[in-house]
């Protein structure tokens, strides 16, 4: 745990470096606001031993005046550390949230599908947050309180050296129960933030599924799980309060025990004349002020361990590896000529239970190549290699002759377009929808890639035309037509290849034909690959692969294929009642 923690501060200083010029500001506010507050205590002294025992006016004025110069000062250098130091902060965690979204972004798929996307998101809002805290308030009452905990002991020693001794016997105890209560809270500080990522992520599942939430009446279910969740993340946040409440009154009774020593020792020695009663005084009051660093230093600890802990979850997803490498040295395609091929390919999600077993197929440019087989069989992770969302653990994947692995990710992905099973638009126009991804295309681009798509009319007869909001996952219109702003997305950007995974396959039939037909009209002039578990989308394909369990058991146009007596015939049995024989039993 100490290696971790050493590594945490040096990653959050790595991450102040830019703005080092601040923090120094910062700091010469923060020492000489330190110095104001201990200097006050001093003035006691004279208080009592040249005004309130030899009458000297003089130094009362002197006094009275200095004591609002002093306090002007402190003011003005408190400013000075509280606005730079949260500057400094909120600069970091922005820099930080801005990282861990990026990292986000481009880390793998399977990292990403085996998450709650709610504590994701927790990690990047409450998580950040408490950082900014710990980087800002507790680094301002470090170095403040230690400055003038030092400054305080100073004149402590050098008002009567031996009073500071018996002080400081007590210390060592306040210091073990600091370490004992750092640990605890420590612990806590996870717990809390793992109850609250916890909390997020069933709010997001459940709003995100509203529509399911309420078809199966499931309301009360839900608020079941969020209250049992709210009230787990309240017993951590009790515990954590328990302990740091127990911490600050320990420490306490510890230093006003000391005190009540002090006081009783000190009096002995003004009697006997080794103390004036000013230094006693004065003595007494650093004492007293000596009590507010060490309880801050408690309050710190809280915050410190709290902010550790989110450290630690930030910096834990930003250290997981992405699983699809960029190449160093990557090789930019600007225009390919969308030829794909399989060489040997196999492929597991999960270690030992393969996806794709060897898989060797070529796709011409220009050709049509359609991808049937039985659900699970393994045809959406074909499409998934293709677009690099992952790499096969054995083969490769190659693109115009050149392996996946060594080509420009952004440049590959900006020449293939994907129609997913399940197109997802975002909160915005019809225009932002169409053009996502492509901010090169004009006007003229969206509207014939939605007249391509067979979407144009249906835009035109809205409101606002192209200018139209659409609801967050486009919940405002139908299926269809979901399904042909995704079809206008990918194709927006021209692209060589074009993948049409399992487009038609929730929609109904007289659906299917139309969006067959803006299928049709997309996939002219380019590589095209159809994925599909319902085969009337791949009647016209020059070429059908046929998977099942992973390898290609067969291979040809559709009236081969119908009348080989093979999985594809027995596919059309089932689903047009054509077929051979054979088949049909």
């Avoid at 000062?73 to 400013?79: G, M, P």
């Avoid at 932002?432 to 991804?437: K, L, R, S, T, V």
């Avoid at 492509?438 to 835009?459: P, W």
């Avoid at 290609?552 to 015939?569: F, N, Q």
Wanted: glycine residues 8%.
């Amino acid at each position: 745990m100490p290696t971790v923690k050493k590594n945490v501060y040096k990653r959050l200083l790595y991450h102040s470096v830019p703005y080092v010029r601040r923090i120094i500001g910062a700091l010469v506010c923060m020492v000489f606001s330190s110095v104001c507050a201990v200097v006050a205590p001093w003035l006691l002294k004279n208080i009592v031993d040249d005004v309130l025992i030899s009458k000297n006016l003089v130094v009362l004025n002197f006094l009275a005046i200095g004591l609002v110069v002093l306090y002007t000062l402190k003011s003005i250098f408190y400013y000075g550390q509280q606005y730079l130091m949260s500057w400094v902060g909120q600069r970091v965690v922005v820099d930080l949230r801005l990282r861990l979204y990026d990292h986000m972004q481009r880390m793998s798929l399977r990292y990403l599908y085996g998450r709650r996307i709610g504590e994701m998101l927790s990690r990047i809002t409450n998580d950040v947050a408490i950082l900014q805290g710990m980087i800002t308030s507790a680094l301002i009452d470090i170095v403040v309180q230690s400055l003038s905990f030092f400054g305080m002991v100073g004149f402590l020693l050098y008002i009567n050296w031996k009073l500071t001794l018996l002080t400081f016997l007590v210390l060592p105890l306040a210091a073990l129960v600091l370490d004992i209560a750092s640990r605890r809270l420590r612990v806590v500080g996870h717990d809390i933030q793992q109850q609250l990522a916890g909390l997020s992520a069933i709010a997001a599942e459940a709003l995100s599924a509203i529509r399911i939430v309420r078809l199966f009446a499931t309301e009360e279910q839900e608020y079941g799980r969020f209250e049992s969740q709210s009230n787990s993340h309240f017993r951590a946040l009790m515990r954590g309060v328990q302990t740091n409440a127990a911490l600050t009154g320990i420490v306490e009774v510890i230093l006003i025990s000391a005190l009540s020593v002090i006081l009783w020792f000190g009096g002995r020695l003004v009697v006997s004349g080794e103390l004036t009663p000013g230094e006693l005084v004065a003595f007494l009051g650093y004492l007293a002020l000596l009590v507010q660093p060490v309880r801050v230093f408690s309050r710190v600890v809280a915050q410190l361990q709290q902010g550790l802990a989110s450290a630690e979850r930030v910096f834990e997803i930003m250290d997981t590896e992405s699983e699809v490498k960029l190449p160093e040295n990557p090789i930019f395609l600007e225009k390919l000529s969308g030829e794909v091929e399989f060489r040997d390919v196999s492929f597991a999600y999960n270690e030992g239970l393969w996806v794709l077993e060897g898989v060797s197929f070529a796709i011409r440019p220009g050709e049509k190549m359609a991808i049937v087989g039985p659900t699970g069989a393994g045809k959406s992770t074909i499409a998934d290699l293709i677009s690099r969302f992952y790499d096969p653990q054995q083969g490769s994947v190659l693109i115009d002759g050149v392996d996946l692995r060594r080509l420009d990710l952004k440049t590959l992905r900006c020449q293939t377009g994907i129609v997913p099973q399940d197109p997802v638009l975002l909160k915005g126009s019809m225009r932002f929808n169409i053009a996502y991804g492509c901010e090169e295309a004009t006007e003229c681009d969206v509207e014939q890639a939605a007249r391509v798509a067979g979407i144009h009319g249906f835009i035109m007869s809205l409101p606002d035309g192209y200018e139209t909001e659409v609801g967050e996952r486009g919940v405002t219109l139908s299926g269809g037509q979901r399904q042909r702003v995704a079809i206008a997305r990918a194709i927006v950007r021209d692209p060589r290849i074009l993948i049409m995974d399992e487009a038609t396959s929730s929609l109904d039939a007289a659906v299917e034909q139309d969006i067959q037909d803006a299928m049709r009209k997309a996939m002219a002039g380019r590589t095209s690959i159809v994925i599909a578990h319902r085969l009337a989308t791949v009647r016209e394909a020059d070429r059908i692969l046929v998977i099942e369990k992973g390898r290609i058991v067969e291979e040809g146009s559709h009236d081969s294929l119908k009348g080989a007596g093979g999985l594809y015939s027995r596919l059309c049995a089932l689903q047009f009642g054509e077929g051979n024989g054979s088949a049909s039993r």
